[in-house]
C-alpha cells in the first residue's frame, strides 16, 4: 500500500498571502495525484488531478505541480473562500490512498 | 448535470446489519466508478472500496476487506455499501463518488450519509 503524507498538517496563512501543501508518497505514483477540497458540512471537492490539471469550477489561483513522489498544492493569494482541509489521493495503484491531510487557516 | 445522492441517517445498534444507497443521475453510470469513503468524526478520508457498474468489478481496501460489501444495481443507477456486524467504530460519514474517465479520482460526490453505531 501507498502511504501519502502531508505536511503541514496545518498551515496558517493570512488573506492574500502564498500557501504551499506538500504530499509525499512512499513510492512513485508517476502524476497520478489528485488534491481535494474539504470544507466544514461538506463534501469533499476535486481541485486537482494528473498532478497539475485544474478541475472545473476552480480558479488559477489554485495550481498543482510534482511527479514521482513529490506534489505541491499552491494557492496563490488566499480568499476567505479557501480556507478550508486539504487531500491528495493517489491512483497509481490499488488501494487507493488518501493523505491525512492540511488544514489552511486564517493567522 | 452530475448527481449522486445519497439515502439518508441512520441509527443503528452494534451487531445490526445496514445497507446504504447512491444513486447517480446525469451521466452513464455504467461507464464510471463509483467509489466508497469513510470520515470518522473530526477525521480524514478513507478509502473504503470501488465498483465499475458495467461489469461489477469490485477492488477494497485491505483495512476494509472483508468488513463491508459493495455492489451496484446498474437498472436503477444506484450503488450500495453494507454492512453485516456493525461496531460502534463504524460510526462515521460515508460518502460515495464518481470517478473520472478511466482512472480513479473522485470528481463528483455525494451529500454524506451518517451513521451512528450505539447501543
Known amino acids: 500500500e501507498i502511504v501519502m503524507t502531508q505536511s503541514p498538517a496545518t498551515l496558517s496563512v493570512s488573506p492574500g498571502e502564498r500557501a504551499t501543501l506538500s504530499c509525499r508518497a512512499s513510492q512513485s505514483v508517476s502524476s497520478h495525484l489528485a488534491w481535494y477540497q474539504q470544507k466544514p458540512g461538506q463534501a469533499p471537492r476535486l481541485i486537482i488531478y494528473g498532478a497539475s490539471t485544474r478541475a472545473t469550477g476552480f480558479p488559477a489561483r489554485f495550481s498543482g505541480s510534482g511527479s514521482g513522489t513529490e506534489f505541491t498544492l499552491t494557492i496563490s493569494s488566499l480568499q476567505s473562500e479557501d480556507f478550508a482541509l486539504y487531500y491528495c489521493?493517489?491512483?497509481?495503484?490499488?488501494?487507493?490512498?488518501f493523505g491525512g491531510g492540511t488544514k489552511v487557516e486564517i493567522k | 448535470e452530475v448527481q449522486l445522492v445519497q439515502s439518508g441517517a441512520e441509527v443503528k445498534k452494534p451487531g445490526e446489519s445496514l445497507k446504504i444507497s447512491c444513486k447517480g443521475s446525469?451521466?452513464?453510470?455504467?461507464?464510471?466508478?463509483i467509489g466508497w469513503v469513510r470520515q470518522m468524526p473530526g477525521k480524514g478520508l478513507e478509502w473504503m472500496g470501488i465498483i465499475y457498474p458495467d461489469d461489477s468489478d469490485t477492488r477494497y481496501s485491505p483495512s476494509f476487506q472483508g468488513q463491508v460489501t459493495v455492489s451496484v444495481d446498474k437498472s436503477i443507477s444506484t450503488a450500495y455499501l453494507q454492512w453485516g456486524n456493525l461496531k460502534a467504530s463504524d460510526t462515521a460519514m460515508y460518502y460515495c463518488?464518481?470517478?473520472?474517465?478511466?482512472?480513479?479520482?473522485?470528481?463528483?460526490w455525494g451529500q454524506g450519509t451518517l451513521v451512528t453505531v450505539s447501543s
Open positions: 489521493q493517489q491512483y497509481n495503484n490499488w488501494p487507493l490512498t
Open positions: 463518488a464518481k470517478s473520472a474517465a478511466a482512472r480513479p479520482y473522485f470528481d463528483s
Open positions: 446525469g451521466y452513464s453510470f455504467t461507464r464510471y466508478w
